[in-house]
């Protein structure tokens, strides 16, 4: 809402400092064109917007390049409605901090909650938490509750936004395609209510728009590399109507809207049909399957293989055998979801898997991404199952799409990982309390809890190459070494 | 280099306008106007049974042989109608013969089809279809097996002993192309049950005066130390960097391996297969038998009591006496063994059946996989070009 009016106020707030750009061009206009505006070129109209987005951005650039997008506002706003915005603004803070301090009582996730949960090298204000006094894993974004209130008051923040955010971090919203998914389409529908600001362009506008969405959704949970490689391709599609040049505001929204709906449909849908008809193959009459935690794309390969195979002959069938473990828990849903289309299902936890794996046939897992190198970056505990799979020499298949390909190396899960909630992590199913309980441990005020405790909760882990026989992708089967030249011709194509 | 092995390239090839064009397009008319009643006058198996049946002419080319004559003899009018046609040739063919370098050669051509699609009008793009496929059938892919062979015979060290599997005409030019460098070279090579194709190669090498020994499938571990190096040639590789080859070569590639001597596969670029098994079974062989070696399920009762009264000694019954399926029904058994000679009885030729023709030799067996690509490709970068160039 903010967003439109935002350059007015911000030239104008900041005339001392960039009064060119905002003066001079109404005198040109005027100078230009006696008989009015409509009579101008659309190439000089397209020149002075341009030169008056350049001189909005100039503004609001400064405070964005300080590292805090989301505060950028407080400049414009500032500028607008003086002091009293500010000192609301200051008492948010406080407000904030006051919240935070007993969420982080109550949540044991940690710190206190910023302004903005976004920039996690922030010391917190309060006190440590458990995970980060443990150096080893300090590094890693956590998750934590997102505060909305300071999101929506901030205006930058379309609602529907927040609502992903909050959907993401709550963990309702899990799975890399589907948050993939809801974010591109939420995107869409941003874009879709998005205007463009009088002075401004389109292309250069639109980013700064989004950032501040992007930044916020990043703080709730980190996108990872579909949900980058996503966003990345969404600045790209924005930045190329720079270079179109020549059409509408609503024709270049247009073309975004339906841009990003060929993104979801080409790279994940039609990609997972793709690959479901590609693995279905592999399945074959009397085999058993195993699969770990949960993953869209194994489902439906599953349940393909499952309907072909039946039509085909109704005597034939497969077995499945769901592996899940704490404290997440995902298998649970995948085995409703296959059991309830009438699969045989096993449902272990990992620790029987080596004892379970002599009779099977086929390893299937997902994936969250799958780095250069070939190393499957997926939930926690698929490296072992990998691990054990080789060592029974099961074939292990990765389904991954490939807009989840990444162009980094990662080398371990330390470097690069999420850290988990970790409240269910020490209530024993049996609901024994073994002192272990939060309630005694994390209290950070009387400092009296367990402190020599860290419970640890690592989201990812990373499958090394060698433990994948085949990655599953859209183009069909890869082995983990040609993943470079799939990225390679994939940045050709764009 | 690639352009050898993507001979089927976009360039417009300056159309050898010769002999067989002028009679090819009268016969295609000629075709068109009395085979309208039946569709398919074409039959794609014949003809890709008399190219294959060219000794020199290996299965993917001939392959390709069929289906351009296919494109020769077809009536559509159409791009898209040539397509169709083409696709149907294709399944036809593939399904009819077994052999996985059909399938390759499938592949390639209908990449090649496909990628050439478009620009001209159809009578002249149908003619340079026709002739890039010929000029690729007779020049290029001749052209293929003697790259290789200059590619390999560096491998070949003078006083070296090479251990070869089956027949592999490709690894015969190479050691006849070292033997004519004054190398001294001596071959073994497998006998290779059930084709006992070892046979061929160790004639065709005694005859040019190398020193060549036939071993048993069953001696090649016992061979192994003597051996320099083990050189083999392929039906088909596959997207993994693994080998489609006569069954047997996965062992003797497992032998080489924990024996340490090199393990070398040769293979032209146009037997690269766009498939991906998981595990011995995972071919696409649409043969009729179902899986090779599986255990019958259906037990017919007269016949296990009769055979066991027969002969309790003989190893092969008594390991099937539980095998009595509609494949493999009594009749096998009975004459097995009616054929007991002496104290030997032989496998009957249904018990060869149900054997598997071909096996995969995984990559991490393959040292390297010399083509005529250029430099010896890696198991991986095979599958890496494969990707780059199915993929588009």
């Known amino acids: ?494 | 280099m690639a352009g050898i092995a993507s001979p089927l390239s976009l360039s417009p090839v300056p159309s050898t306008r010769g002999n067989p064009r002028p009679p090819a397009q009268r016969h295609a008319s000629s075709s068109g106007g009395g085979g309208k009643t039946t569709p398919r006058v074409f039959d794609v198996g014949t003809a890709y049974k008399k190219a294959i049946e060219d000794d020199k002419v290996p299965h993917p080319i001939a392959a390709i042989l069929a289906l351009v004559e296919l494109v020769e003899a077809s009536t559509a009018s159409t791009v898209t109608g040539l397509a169709s046609e083409l696709t149907i040739g294709r399944q036809a063919l593939i399904n009819s013969q077994s052999s996985l370098g059909v399938r390759a050669g499938c592949q390639l051509w209908e990449r090649f089809f496909a990628l050439s699609m478009g620009g001209e009008d159809f009578p002249s793009y149908k003619r340079s279809l026709i002739s890039q496929g010929r000029s690729f059938c007779a020049i290029t892919a001749p052209q293929c097996r003697e790259k290789i062979a200059e590619l390999a015979v560096g491998f070949l060290r003078d006083d070296c002993v090479i251990l070869t599997h089956s027949y592999s005409r490709t690894v015969i030019q190479t050691i006849l192309r070292a033997h004519k460098q004054h190398k001294r070279i001596r071959v073994y090579v497998t006998e290779a049950r059930p084709g006992c194709l070892g046979m061929r190669t160790h004639q065709v090498l005694t005859a040019n005066g190398i020193p060549c020994t036939v071993v048993l499938d069953s001696a090649v571990a016992y061979v192994m130390e003597r051996v320099d190096m083990v050189l083999v040639g392929s039906e088909a590789v596959v997207e993994s960097g693994g080998l489609v080859s006569s069954v047997g070569t996965y062992q003797v590639a497992l032998v080489a391996k924990a024996m340490q001597k090199p393990f070398y596969a040769l293979a032209e670029s146009y037997k690269f297969l766009r498939h991906y098994p998981l595990s011995q079974t995972d071919l696409p062989i649409t043969t009729k038998s179902k899986i090779p070696l599986e255990f019958p399920t259906l037990i017919p009762n007269s016949h296990p009591p009769a055979i066991g009264a027969h002969n309790p000694l003989s190893r092969p019954t008594s390991s099937t006496p539980q095998s009595r399926s509609p494949i493999v029904p009594g009749t096998p058994n009975v004459e097995a063994a009616g054929g007991v000679k002496e104290n030997r009885v032989e496998m009957t030729k249904e018990m060869e059946l149900i054997n598997p023709m071909v096996d995969i030799t995984t990559p991490d067996l393959i040292d390297f996989i010399i083509t005529d690509l250029g430099a010896p490709l890696s198991p991986t970068s095979v599958s890496q070009y494969l990707v780059a160039q199915f993929s588009s």
Not at chain 1, 66 to 77: C, E, K, Y
Not at chain 1, 254 to 271: K, P
Not at chain 1, 304 to 323: L, N, S
Not at chain 1, 470 to 487: D, M, Q, R, Y
């Open chain 1, 1 to 494: 809402m903010p967003s439109p009016t935002d350059p007015e106020p911000s030239t104008a707030s900041s005339d001392t400092k960039q009064p060119k750009p905002a003066k001079p061009q109404p005198a040109n206009g005027e100078k230009a064109n006696v008989g009015g505006e409509k009579g101008k070129s659309a190439k000089d109209l397209k020149k002075e917007k341009r030169a008056a987005a350049v001189a909005a951005r100039a503004v609001s650039d400064n405070p964005a390049d300080s590292g805090r997008p989301s505060l950028s506002t407080q400049n414009s706003a500032d500028g607008r409605q003086g002091g009293s915005n500010q000192s609301q603004h200051g008492h948010s803070h406080n407000t904030n901090n006051n919240a935070a301090g007993s969420t982080t009582g109550g949540g044991g996730a940690g710190p206190s909650i910023p302004k903005r949960p976004v920039h996690f090298s922030e010391p917190s204000a309060l006190s440590l938490s458990t995970i980060q006094q443990n150096l080893f894993f300090s590094h890693l974004p956590h998750q934590e509750t997102p505060d909305t209130a300071t999101a929506l008051r901030t205006g930058k923040i379309h609602p529907l936004i927040i609502r992903l955010g909050v959907l993401m971090s709550s963990g309702t919203l899990r799975g890399a395609n589907a948050r993939t998914m809801g974010m591109m389409a939420a995107f869409r529908e941003v874009i879709r209510d998005y205007e463009c600001p009088d002075q401004a362009v389109l292309w250069k506008d639109l980013p700064i728009y989004l950032s501040p969405m992007i930044a916020w959704l990043e703080g709730c949970r980190p996108k990872g590399v579909g949900g980058g490689n996503a966003i990345r391709w969404l600045k790209s599609e924005i930045n190329r109507l720079g270079e179109q040049g020549d059409r509408s505001e609503a024709e270049q929204r247009d073309y975004l809207l339906e841009a990003i709906g060929l993104y979801l449909r080409d790279r994940i849908e039609f990609a997972d049909k793709v690959i479901a008809d590609h693995a279905k193959e592999k399945i074959k009459n009397g085999d058993t399957v195993v699969t770990y935690a949960r993953s869209s794309v194994v489902e439906r390969v599953l349940l393909e293989a499952w309907r072909d195979m039946k039509a085909a002959d109704p005597e034939a069938g497969f077995k499945v055998i769901v592996v899940d473990s704490r404290p997440l828990l995902e298998g649970r849903q995948f085995l409703e979801a296959l059991s309830s289309a009438g699969l045989s299902c096993t449902y272990i936890f990992l620790p029987l898997l080596s004892s379970i794996l002599p009779q099977a046939d086929l390893v299937l897992l997902g994936g969250s991404a799958l780095h250069s190198d070939g190393a499957l970056y997926s939930r926690s505990g698929t490296a072992l199952v990998a691990m054990l799979a080789k060592e029974h020499r099961v074939p292990v298949v990765a389904c991954v799409e490939t807009y989840k390909f990444g162009e980094k190396v990662v080398l371990d899960g330390v470097a690069t990982n999420e850290l988990g909630r970790t409240e269910g992590l020490l209530d024993l199913p049996c609901g024994k309390n073994f002192g272990l309980n939060k309630k005694e441990s994390d209290n950070p005020k009387t400092g009296g809890g367990r402190n020599n405790l860290t419970p640890l909760h690592l989201v990812y882990d990373v499958t090394p190459p060698s433990l994948i026989t085949a990655v599953c992708t859209e183009i069909g089967f890869i082995p983990p070494s040609s993943v470079p030249t799939v990225l390679g011709k994939a940045s050709n194509v764009v």
